[in-house]
């Protein structure tokens, strides 16, 4: 596990050297869910019923809105063609990689969480269960996503171009994540939902590794 920990550390070490670029999914996420809440004002009924899902879509685009450059800079330095050459294996370089990502950008999202819920009035015994099915939830996220990026990542562009391909993929877990963040708010028990946001966190670890090493290679080769 060499080449994870190898790019691990290096990510993690370039998110702290631009931590103004890093935070900027993090601050729309607090930013949105304040303005959700002055948005949709006293009316505690229609807080309970939107808060969980409606804070899963803000972690959805803030996930997006971070996930597009994950490949840019590499690619202007020439890294990106180095690890693709280098790496080895590719899988564990590439998934090293993408846990610097999520630790820097989906980690705190879920850590926020029960803090930003406290904007939309979410009851106290909500929170464990959004924080939990965002930290379930946001790696898969960012696999996803990076697949989107290594797409575009051969362009030089990014923004509507990867929310446009990866949007299709997001929403088993946004099914999944919200509805056990809107069952947990109901006082129902939302361990189905989690279940199946474990599996989809297992699939994603097993697969996306592969589905972005041949989108960067598809991408090197224009």
Do not use: C
Not at 26 to 35: D, G, M, Q, R, T
Not at 113 to 121: Q, R
Request: charged letters at 10%.
């Amino acid at each position: 596990m060499n080449a994870f920990a190898t790019e691990f550390r290096r990510d993690l070490a370039i998110s702290a050297r631009h931590g103004a670029e890093t935070m900027n999914p993090i601050a729309f996420f607090a930013l949105a869910a304040f303005l959700l809440g002055l948005g949709l004002g006293q009316s505690t009924s229609r807080l309970d019923e939107a808060a969980g899902g409606a804070l899963w879509v803000l972690a959805l685009f803030a996930n997006v809105l971070a996930v597009e450059g994950l490949f840019s800079r590499d690619r202007e330095d020439g890294s990106l063609e180095q690890l693709l050459l280098h790496a080895k294996p590719l899988f564990a370089a590439l998934l090293g990689k993408v846990a610097a990502h999520w630790i820097v950008s989906g980690l705190p999202i879920a850590a926020l969480s029960p803090l930003v819920a406290l904007l939309v009035d979410v009851p106290p015994s909500g929170m464990f269960a959004l924080a939990l099915t965002l930290l379930l939830g946001t790696p898969t996220l960012a696999l996803v996503g990076a697949i989107g990026a290594a797409l575009v990542a051969g362009t030089g562009r990014g923004g509507l171009l990867v929310a446009l391909l990866v949007m299709p993929l997001y929403v088993p877990t946004l099914l999944f994540g919200s509805g056990a963040a809107m069952t947990a708010l109901g006082g129902g028990d939302p361990s189905a939902e989690l279940l199946w946001l474990a599996a989809l966190l297992a699939l994603s670890i097993t697969l996306a590794p592969f589905g972005i090493g041949a989108a960067l290679r598809v991408g090197q080769e224009y």
